[in-house]
């Protein structure tokens, strides 16, 4: 009897031994874009003889949770679809505010230190490059200490309202000119609403100077 209860329990730490390096393999391929996890098995199926990950099925990860789809084998050998539940932390090298920032404020690279911090409930795309921060002004006001994703910048416009332009309005190639006023700031390629004699025209920005009428 003790050494019936010795193998079995030898094909268990077994099997379980060989799915958890199956599932940190899977792992390490699924999260490859952060720096570095935690990772924890919330529980497995009661009895099974073996599991294997179900690489045709998608992976899914929320608020600090991920779902591995597996197959189940029992000891009759037969096989069922299941979800696992992970427990995972995520870590990444991200730009970590060093100061108060305000609402748009034109960024900077001292305004931010770079670190491995644990992102696994904060949402969005991270910045990627310092090179980056130079573009952007921040969409609103954010503490310092705060993880910086894209959804909190937007590029710094390179028409603001008052800016005196050139609106270009001629067709088949003869070009006519305009003076207007811009009411709205915008980017490259935005269309914005500028006046000229107490008219409203839109156009799109060409450069910060020069402006193409939308009709």
Request: hydrophobic share 40%; net charge positive.
């Amino acid at each position: 009897m003790i050494s019936l209860i010795s193998i079995l329990l030898t094909l268990f730490l077994g099997n379980n031994k060989s799915f958890d390096a199956q599932l940190k393999n899977y792992l390490d391929a699924k999260l490859k874009s952060y720096d570095k996890y935690e990772f924890q098995v919330v529980r497995l199926p009661n009895s099974y003889s073996k599991i294997e990950i179900n690489k045709g099925k998608e992976f899914r990860i929320n608020r600090g949770y991920g779902l591995v789809p597996v197959d189940v084998y029992t000891n009759r050998n037969s096989v069922s679809s299941a979800m696992i539940t992970v427990r995972v932390k995520l870590f990444k090298n991200v730009f970590v505010a060093a100061q108060k920032i305000n609402r748009d404020q034109a960024l900077s690279k001292k305004m931010f230190v770079r670190k491995i911090e644990d992102v696994t409930n904060i949402e969005g795309s991270f910045v990627e490059s310092e090179n980056e921060l130079s573009l952007y002004r921040s969409k609103f006001a954010f503490r310092q200490g705060s993880v910086l994703v894209k959804e909190m910048i937007e590029p710094i416009p390179v028409v603001n309202v008052g800016d005196r332009m050139l609106l270009h309005t001629g067709k088949n190639g003869v070009d006519v000119t305009l003076d207007v006023v811009a009411r709205q700031e915008g980017c490259l390629n935005d269309i914005i609403n500028v006046q000229a004699d107490g008219n409203v025209f839109k156009a799109k920005i060409i450069d910060q100077y020069n402006l193409l009428l939308e009709e």
